[in-house]
């Protein structure tokens, strides 16, 4: 950078305009005294002095430009990247990728970028160098290349797979400009940005790419050659970790050897859903009329999401309307207060078969939507289906010593006995579950209700029928008819049998990765639903 001192002369400022001559007349005489002619008198105003010109100095900061230097002149072969050395005065450079370094570190090899080197021109740039320094440039080390300099393909293999989607970049200099191009793969695997083209296979690794300004263009004219030695790569491979079974509660031998489960496959049964909100105005007696119909299901909600007692409305799904209470109480069904404004709730959903699942994560399905759904405000739910389920009462024996956590009779079976045939036990989809259950006999008649998780639940007698109440459905989980038992029960005896409910067995597995977390609130919804025929 150098200062130049500049003067400049000002503009001369037009001089004020001169004022114009002050007339004064003389007053004329009375009509009746004779005068002469008037006489007028001028005052010419007198002229400023002009102004003597003003100069200033200014200094002007202008930018060194940069130097340029034919590095090799007595040939045409390229320059081998990272083997030039040049010593300008006492600054020493050295070439990178295509980038001059000067005062590199011993111990952390860093250095301070302060220009390029065009390979192919053989031409060595510096942007920012010493002032006044006239010592000749000195090419201490410098390797030149015939042949296999540059490309304009590269086919290769990551040293690991799989590779994660997206994470593989390109990074490659031109022979031509000396410019660094870089890319990116997207989540499919393919790169295209600029004059890097092609694609990764993410499952094995293999990369196959093409500079040129026309991937399309077979004929060759369209061909970027790029440095081959200075072409680099960043990818992420993922490994797996062995699964502990006594952490994850199941075999891992039948998880993947990743341990990632797909959650939409080709054939399987998904769920496309919508909630939409529509501000409630509670009128008693009213019927708000929704903009859709055929919900799966209508409900309201407070400004906490807490959910109104279904008891102050009534709703008709099929033709999408809801209808006040009158009056109506702003509670939920345990009777708290709620928080206005309401919200009334509408979704709607649609059951489909999956046909392809992409790892875009793009699902396709066999039949149409028949709703206008919005995008970023409708989810896609997998769904396990069992098939027709119901719950039944199997695996029925007596013993004559109840022996505890059995499937099968040990020992003699009981003189008296239970008429299943005509009086067979009773078992309902709503009240049954998966369970192992005994009647113990206390004497002759009396007996205790032991499930082998709940532990005893109640008592009964062979004179009244035994029915135990489930407390999360309000039914029996199974009733045993009084009019079936027989006589010559004894304390200790024991009827053994199994129930199963109605609902699929499923394990619900939660796996969160291990790193920092992203979000205050991460959760999911499940819904046990089904018909009942």
């Not at 600029?194 to 004929?219: C, E, M, Y």
């Not at 992409?358 to 919005?374: E, F, H, K």
């Not at 008296?416 to 579950?433: D, E």
């Amino acid at each position: 950078m150098a200062g130049i001192p500049i003067y400049k002369k000002p503009k001369k400022t037009r001089p004020p305009a001169a004022p114009v001559p002050e007339v004064i007349k003389t007053p004329p005489p009375t009509p009746s005294v004779p005068t002469p002619s008037p006489v007028v008198y001028v005052t010419a105003p007198q002229a400023d002095p002009p102004v003597p010109p003003v100069y200033r100095r200014e200094t002007i900061a202008i930018p060194a430009p940069e130097v340029t230097w034919k590095i090799l002149k007595e040939t045409t072969d390229p320059i081998v990247p990272g083997s030039l050395h040049l010593q300008w005065g006492t600054e020493q450079y050295v070439d990178r990728d295509g980038i001059l370094y000067k005062n590199i570190d011993s111990k952390t090899n860093a250095g301070i970028a302060v220009g390029t080197v065009n390979y192919s021109a053989r031409t060595a740039t510096l942007a920012t160098y010493p002032a006044n320094q006239s010592a000749p440039i000195q090419r201490l080390a410098c390797l030149t290349a015939t042949a296999g300099f540059s490309t304009t393909r590269l086919f290769f293999r990551t040293p690991g797979a799989p590779v994660r989607p997206g994470s593989l970049q390109i990074t490659a200099v031109r022979e031509d400009t000396g410019a660094i191009v870089t890319a990116q793969a997207d989540s499919n695997g393919f790169l295209n940005s600029g004059i890097i083209h092609g694609k990764i296979d993410q499952q094995t690794g293999i990369v196959d790419l093409h500079f040129t300004t026309d991937p399309l263009d077979a004929s060759g004219f369209s061909d970027v050659p790029v440095i081959a030695s200075l072409l680099r790569y960043n990818a992420v491979l993922q490994t797996s970790l062995p699964m502990s079974a006594k952490l994850l509660g199941l075999d891992p031998v039948r998880l993947p050897a990743d341990g990632r489960v797909p959650i939409y496959r080709d054939g399987d049964v998904l769920v496309i859903h919508n909630t939409g909100k529509t501000p409630a105005t509670t009128t008693p007696g009213a019927t708000v009329v929704l903009d859709r119909q055929e919900q799966a299901e209508i409900y309201v909600v407070d400004s906490a999401e807490k959910r109104l007692d279904p008891a102050q409305y009534t709703v008709d799904r099929e033709a999408g309307t809801l209808t006040w209470a009158n009056p109506v109480l702003i509670q939920d069904e345990a009777g708290e207060p709620l928080t206005p404004p309401l919200t009334i709730c509408d979704r709607v959903e649609h059951m489909t078969v999956c046909t392809e699942a992409q790892i875009t994560g793009a699902v396709s399905i066999n039949s149409p939507v028949p709703w206008d759904l919005p995008p970023t405000e409708t989810f896609v739910s997998s769904a396990l289906t069992w098939g027709d389920m119901q719950a039944r009462l199997y695996r029925w024996f007596t013993q004559k010593t109840w022996s505890t956590g059995v499937d099968n009779p040990i020992g003699d079976q009981t003189t008296a006995q239970y008429n299943s045939l005509n009086y067979p036990p009773v078992v309902t989809n709503m009240g049954s579950i998966a369970g192992k259950w005994a009647l113990v006999f206390t004497g002759s008649t009396a007996f205790q209700v032991v499930e082998e998780k709940l532990g005893v639940i109640a008592t009964g007698n062979v004179s009244s029928d035994a029915a135990p109440i489930n407390p999360a459905t309000g039914t029996p989980y199974f009733t045993i008819r009084k009019e079936g038992w027989g006589t010559g029960w004894a304390a200790g005896n024991a009827v053994r049998f199994n129930t199963d409910a109605c609902l699929g067995p499923a394990w619900v597995v939660r796996t969160v990765l291990a790193g920092k977390g992203t979000v205050k609130d991460d959760n999911f919804r499940l819904q046990v639903r089904g018909d009942a025929d």
